[in-house]
C-alpha cells in the first residue's frame, strides 16, 4: 500500500488573493527575468494547474502513480490573510464529503488555528462527527507552535489519539517563516510525550535542525511533501539529506508526501513514487538505500501512524 501522508485540496476561493498572488510572485521569481510573464497571468497558470475542487483530479493522478490512499490537510490562513469567501468549517464539510465520495482513498486531517476562537472544539467536532484522523497546523499563518496557550489543542489530540502534521520550514509572503522552525516544537515534544508529530517537508532549508530535534525526540516524524524540486534539480543533495535521516533519524520515521497538486508540474506523483521506489538501483555511488526502507517510506510508516 502507498500511501501520501501530505496532500491537500486547492480550491481558488477557499484562499484570499494574497495568498495566491505570493505563491505566483515566488513562481515568477525562479524564471529568469527576461522570460518572465506577468503576475496576473502566472497566478492564472498556477490555478488551472492546482485547483481541484472535487478531488477528481488528485484521484487521476493518484491511480496514474500507485498511490491507494492520500491525507487531505485543510489549511486555515484566515486570521493571518483574512477569512476566505468559504468559511473555515464548511471548508471542513466539503472535504469531508470529497473523501466519503471516494471511500478509502482519502483520510482528511482537520486544519485549525489554534488563535481561532473555539478552535478545540472545532477539531474535536471534526474528528468526532465528521470522520477527520488528525489535526494539521501550519505555523506560516503567524503563530508559535508551543505558546502555552495553545496546549488545549494538542491534549485534545493526545485525548482523542489522533496524530499532528504541521509546516516545517520558510513559507512564501504573506505566510511567516520564522516560526516554522523545527525547534519551536521541541517543548511541544517534551511535555507531551505520547502525541506523534510528523514535521512537514524535512524542514526544508533547516533540515539539520529537524534532523537533531528528531534524533532526540522519538515522537517526531517527518514527511517528504515539498521535497520534489529538489530531487528533481539536486537529486545527489536530495539522496545524500534522506539518507542523513534514515540513518541518525530511524527508517521508521520518515513518510512519503506529495503536498497535493502544487508541485505536479515539477515532480508528478508517478515520477515522484518512482523516483522513492528507485533509489536502491538508481542512488548515487557512495549512498544506498534498502528495499525495506524504501517499502516503510511509501507506505508502511504510515500505516502504523493511521492505524490502517
Not at 282 to 302: K, M, Q
Amino acid at each position: 500500500m502507498i500511501i501520501d501522508i501530505h496532500s491537500h485540496i486547492w480550491v481558488e476561493n477557499w484562499r484570499g488573493d494574497s495568498l495566491w498572488e505570493g505563491f505566483a510572485n515566488v513562481r515568477a521569481s525562479r524564471l529568469p527575468a527576461n522570460r518572465r510573464p506577468p503576475l496576473g497571468q502566472v497566478k492564472k497558470e498556477m490555478l488551472a494547474e492546482c485547483c481541484d475542487p472535487t478531488g477528481e483530479k488528485q484521484i487521476k493522478l493518484m491511480d496514474e502513480a500507485g498511490i491507494d490512499v492520500a491525507v487531505l490537510c485543510s489549511l486555515d490562513w484566515g486570521i493571518a490573510l483574512g477569512e476566505p469567501p468559504v468559511p473555515l468549517e464548511e471548508q471542513h464539510e466539503r472535504i469531508a464529503e470529497i473523501a466519503q465520495r471516494f471511500p478509502g482513498r482519502y483520510i482528511p486531517f482537520a486544519g485549525v488555528d489554534p488563535r481561532r476562537e473555539g478552535a478545540v472544539e472545532l477539531f474535536e467536532k471534526c474528528i468526532r462527527e465528521e470522520g477527520f484522523r488528525g489535526l494539521k497546523l501550519h505555523p506560516a499563518a503567524g503563530f508559535y507552535p508551543d505558546d502555552r496557550r495553545y496546549y488545549p489543542l494538542y491534549e485534545k489530540a493526545v485525548e482523542l489519539g489522533v496524530p499532528v502534521i504541521t509546516h516545517t520550514g520558510p513559507a512564501p509572503s504573506p505566510l511567516r517563516s520564522k516560526p516554522t522552525q523545527p525547534v519551536y516544537l521541541d517543548d511541544v515534544l517534551t511535555d507531551f510525550p505520547e502525541l506523534t508529530i510528523v514535521a512537514a517537508h524535512m524542514g526544508q532549508g533547516w533540515w539539520e535542525e529537524l534532523v537533531s530535534m528528531a534524533h532526540a525526540k522519538p515522537n517526531l516524524m517527518t514527511d517528504m511533501s515539498g521535497m520534489q524540486p529538489m530531487a528533481a534539480t539536486d537529486y545527489e543533495r536530495f539522496c545524500r539529506i534522506l539518507r542523513i535521516f534514515l540513518t541518525a533519524v530511524g527508517p521508521d520515521r520518515v513518510l512519503f508526501g506529495t503536498d497535493g497538486l502544487v508541485f505536479a508540474g515539477t515532480l508528478s506523483p508517478k515520477r515522484w513514487v518512482n523516483l522513492i521506489r528507485e533509489l536502491p538501483s538508481r542512488a548515487p555511488e557512495g549512498i544506498t538505500f534498502t528495499e525495506s526502507e524504501v517499502e516503510g517510506i511509501l507506505g508502511g510508516n504510515a500505516r502504523r501512524l493511521l492505524g490502517l
